[in-house]
T-cell receptor
Framework: AQTVTQSQPEMSVQEAETVTLSCTYDTSESDYYLFWYKQPPSRQMILVIR??????QNATENRFSVNFQKAAKSFSLKISDSQLGDAAMYFCAYRSYNNDMRFGAGTRLTVKP | DGGITQSPKYLFRKEGQNVTLSCEQN?????MYWYRQDPGQGLRLIYYSQIVNDFQKGDIAEGYSVSREKKESFPLTVTSAQKNPTAFYLCASSIFLVAGANTEAFFGQGTRLTVV
């Protein structure tokens, strides 16, 4: 089975600054999807951004963008102009075309005012 | 409103008892998932199902069982064989993964299970 690794248990950023969360994965598949989900204290999982592996262009959603390096099996999330509401747990996820979906251990992001 | 519903929100179990967590979705999704969340360990896959009457084990299936008799429902039973069942459990659903489609997984609000 595929594995997802988030090597940063905790990260901190100053409000209005930029922060990058890291994610690597291990797979032998050539086609798959990658996701970043946000989990605020309410514990509701919220999709932040998705990336299809066959697309070379990095996905962008407003202040959120990814750096997808397929050969390196790396999928980092960049949050620009950080806001207090961005404080949450962030999970990286890998989904196969057989619908198996695995998550990393998460990174807790703190935003300092 | 379309969505995915988990019940109950909080559940208490005595040691040695089986308990069933409910997960229902009205999104017409084919794929459904159960995850366990413990502090510092992220979401670990217990089971997932792609179609009715079919399901696959995840990384931590021991001590758990599931059924998929209807497309809308994917209940999880925590059996007495699960030695450390206290955790937060999340159910999710999604369409099949298809290139170019909206492949977002939708999550329920979770069930907090505590062994007393």
């Amino acid at each position: 089975a595929q594995t997802v690794t988030q090597s940063q248990p905790e990260m901190s950023v100053q409000e209005a600054e930029t922060v990058t969360l890291s994610c690597t994965y291990d797979t032998s598949e050539s086609d798959y999807y990658l996701f970043w989900y946000k989990q605020p204290p309410s514990r509701q999982m919220i999709l932040v951004i998705r990336q299809e592996a066959y697309k070379q262009q990095n996905a962008t959603e407003n202040r959120f963008s990814v750096n997808f390096q397929k050969a390196a099996k790396s999928f980092s999330l960049k949050i620009s102009d950080s806001q207090l509401g961005d404080a949450a747990m962030y999970f990286c996820a890998y989904r196969s075309y057989n619908n198996d979906m695995r998550f990393g251990a998460g990174t807790r992001l703190t935003v300092k005012p | 409103d379309g969505g995915i519903t988990q019940s109950p929100k909080y559940l208490f179990r005595k040691e040695g008892q089986n308990v069933t967590l409910s997960c229902e979705q009205n999104l017409n999704h084919d794929a459904m998932y159960w995850y366990r969340q413990d502090p510092g360990q992220g979401l670990r896959l217990i089971y997932y199902s792609q179609i009715v009457n079919d399901f696959q084990k995840g990384d931590i299936a021991e001590g758990y069982s599931v059924s998929r008799e209807k497309k809308e429902s994917f209940p999880l039973t925590v059996t007495s064989a699960q030695k450390n069942p206290t955790a937060f459990y999340l159910c999710a659903s999604s369409i099949f993964l298809v290139a170019g489609a909206n492949t977002e997984a939708f999550f329920g609000q979770g069930t907090r299970l505590t062994v007393v």
